[in-house]
């Protein structure tokens, strides 16, 4: 089986600074990690990685994160 192979240096900067404009997002709506994570149905471990730029989010939970905080999509991924 193939090993995977780890993403380049410049995508992993661009998924922290998603990381960060989702985590300034949710800090002026006044939220929680925990309450962000209940809204969108997902584990706040998992909540967690995705805003420190560990995880790699689907377009999905990107979606449901811009919807739960009240911020327009462009807004987290410009």
């Known amino acids: 089986m193939p090993r995977s192979v780890p993403p380049p240096a410049w995508v992993?900067?661009?998924?922290?600074?998603?990381g960060?404009?989702?985590?300034?997002a949710r800090l002026a709506a006044e939220y929680t990690q925990e309450q962000v994570a209940l809204r969108i149905e997902m584990?706040?471990?998992?909540?967690?990685?995705?805003?420190?730029?560990?995880?790699a989010a689907l377009i999905d939970s990107l979606?449901?994160?811009?919807d739960?905080?009240?911020?327009?999509?462009?807004?987290?991924?410009?």
Do not use: F, K, M, W
């Open 12 to 18: 992993i900067a661009r998924r922290r600074a998603i």
């Open 43 to 55: 584990d706040r471990a998992t909540y967690n990685r995705i805003e420190q730029g560990h995880a």
């Open 68 to 78: 739960a905080i009240g911020v327009p999509l462009s807004e987290l991924v410009e």
């Open 20 to 24: 960060a404009r989702i985590r300034a």
């Open 63 to 66: 979606i449901r994160i811009a």
